[in-house]
């Protein structure tokens, strides 16, 4: 049974933080009792996902009211810093504003803003468990899939996006084989879908990237299922780098291709995805492996943490409120 993700220690006042780094290797926490350290693991990726980062921000702000009153504005302002492409962090960091301005007596401040967090905590699990049932609708009983990276429990606060839609279609006594690309650089696909998904018994095998398409051209794929980290308001997606290449791949072998993930992650104030900034890491990543160097420090590299789907690429948005087309979204978030 999976640990949890994020879990807040009310007696030592501090967010605890399951390591990522180090699955499948060992499975350790990080205690976290300043907004900095919340900071500091999200750049670092001991927490990551959007959902996830957006709610470890979230127990970051309280964190800084129980320090300093006086900090909060400070700390927003520092953990906006720590990833640029999820637009859940930003949605989560307004609503932790809007709380502290609510608050006008300063003593209160950190309860209020605590309760907040919970509150944004409860509801991400709440919404996730809604966007899978909506999902496992559009699969057969018998089903072959493909997903990227990780957007399951790791990834949020629990149940997951993507893999959310797997849990729901084996509650709905589903069948599935599940095809997780490893996800390079990092390998979340291999370090953390295939480690999630084993341990809650599914039937998982790992892809590398690059063999997505031919793995389509020769099984029966039902569908392609993938999370997202912002959505624009016309539909084109950020989610982690390979995600354009398998998008691709599915259009081209009729397989559907859909993105998982809550009405927070589109960004009613990005028109399209040429607005969506990419984050470009650290160029160490590829160059080395499992702490060997692979490339030489003198070569060049180009490190995208992200890419861009198109939306005439996506066949639909699997929200807590349904299944969305991409020409629906902008109709929907303004009705």
């Not at 926490?29 to 693991?41: D, G, H, K, N």
């Not at 990551?48 to 800084?64: D, E, H, N, T, W």
């Not at 149940?159 to 084996?170: E, K, P, S």
């Not at 016309?234 to 390979?242: C, H, L, M």
Request: with cysteine; charged share 20%; net charge negative.
């Amino acid at each position: 049974m999976l640990p949890p993700t994020i879990e807040w220690d009310n007696e030592k006042t501090l967010v605890r933080l399951l390591d990522q780094r180090n699955i499948p290797q060992s499975v350790s926490f990080r205690e976290c009792s300043t907004y900095e350290e919340v900071a500091a693991s999200i750049e670092d990726m001991t927490v990551r996902g959007a959902p996830a980062i957006a709610v470890a921000a979230a127990y970051g702000v309280a964190l800084a009211a129980y320090a300093d009153p006086l900090s909060v504005d400070a700390a927003i302002c520092r953990l906006a810093s720590t990833r640029p492409t999820a637009v859940n962090l930003f949605w989560v960091l307004d609503k932790m504003k809007s709380a502290a301005e609510r608050c006008t007596e300063k003593k209160a401040l950190y309860n209020v803003l605590k309760a907040e967090a919970y509150a944004i905590h409860e509801n991400d699990v709440c919404i996730n468990r809604k966007l899978g049932c909506n999902g496992q609708m559009l699969l057969p009983d018998s089903a072959a899939v493909i997903t990227h990276c990780n957007a399951g429990a790791l990834a949020t606060a629990g149940y997951g996006t993507a893999l959310g839609v797997f849990r729901a279609a084996r509650e709905h006594g589903k069948k599935l084989k599940i095809y997780a690309d490893e996800t390079r650089p990092r390998l979340q696909g291999g370090r953390l879908t295939a480690f999630e998904l084993y341990e809650d018994g599914f039937d998982v095998t790992v892809i590398c990237d690059s063999m997505a398409a031919f793995l389509m051209s020769r099984e029966n794929i039902s569908a392609v299922i993938t999370g997202a980290d912002r959505v624009a308001i016309n539909g084109d997606t950020a989610n982690k780098i390979g995600t354009y290449s398998l998008a691709i791949a599915a259009k081209r072998h009729n397989v559907p291709f859909y993105i998982a993930s809550p009405i927070s992650t589109i960004d009613v104030n990005c028109p399209n995805g040429n607005a969506i900034p990419i984050e470009e890491r650290d160029p160490e990543e590829i160059r080395c492996m499992g702490g060997i160097r692979i490339l030489s420090e003198m070569i060049g590299v180009w490190n995208p943490a992200f890419d861009i789907t198109p939306a005439d690429l996506i066949s639909g948005f699997i929200t807590e409120s349904g299944v969305w087309k991409p020409e629906e979204i902008r109709q929907k978030m303004y009705s």
